[in-house]
């Protein structure tokens, strides 16, 4: 007969505590293994990836442990409360896979199998088709432009009549003050008239007199600095 192991209320066989690890296992590894494979930017981090499947397999321990039992509930938050999570969460979207791994873990330790397994097959059918149609991304070619102009050289607005010439629309974001004053870095939110002229422009932009380290940085994707 198989040996039985309580918690909370209710009682767990060793076979149903080891399917319930290893189900939970299989499920968060396909979950990280699509994170992985849909990922963007430069914030990729494998103990990122390495953690979401340790918490589904914990938190279904854990919910294996409460079973139906108020008091230790209450005992397990107040042990992870002394606990202090100190990582930033770089990407949103990493908060939407936390949860994920969390629910498949706490659905498998409650026995709630179905929802498992077909929640885990929905939810990364939804997330693969809208990684396939690039959901959410901007369309349209904007860029970040940053150049600093040196004031003792009576560059003053003279760039202006660049802009006028390969910009559609311009934006400023910001000024910061260099060398005691003497200099001002200057940053726009830009999009251009002919895609095809970004180099003529930067060009003719660098050629100005006191104008200075020209820089454009696409903003059409996720980008992080």
């Known amino acids: ?47 990122f990836v390495f953690t979401l499947v340790l918490m589904s397999v914990i938190v279904s321990v854990v919910m294996m442990v409460i079973g139906n039992s108020l008091a230790r509930a209450f005992g ?6 002394i606990i202090r999570f100190r990582t930033a969460v770089k990407d949103t979207k990493d908060t939407g896979y936390i949860f994920f791994a969390l629910a498949i873990g706490m659905a498998v330790g409650t026995g709630s199998y179905s929802i498992a397994v077909i929640g885990t097959v929905l939810i990364l059918l939804i997330i693969l088709i809208l990684d396939k149609i690039n959901f959410g ?21 003279s760039f202006e009549s660049v802009f006028k010439k390969h910009l559609k ?12 004053g003497k200099a001002s870095e200057m940053t726009y939110h830009a999009s251009f ?5 970004k180099e003529d422009f930067v060009r003719e932009l660098s050629g100005m007199s006191g104008v200075e380290k020209v820089h454009l940085i696409t903003s059409k994707e996720d980008v992080e600095y």
């Open 137 to 157: 991304s901007m369309r349209k070619h904007e860029y970040l432009l940053s150049f600093v102009v040196n004031h003792d050289e009576g560059a003053g607005n």
């Open 169 to 180: 629309n311009s934006m400023l974001l910001n000024i910061n003050s260099k060398r005691d």
């Open 76 to 81: 397990l938050l107040g042990a992870f409360s």
């Open 193 to 197: 008239v002919d895609e095809n002229k």
């Open 1 to 47: 007969m198989a040996e039985l192991f309580s918690g909370g209320t209710v009682t767990y066989s060793m076979s149903q505590i080891v399917l319930n690890i290893v189900l939970t296992f299989v499920l968060s590894f396909v979950i990280a293994m699509v994170y992985k494979k849909t990922h963007k930017g430069l914030s990729y981090s494998q103990s």
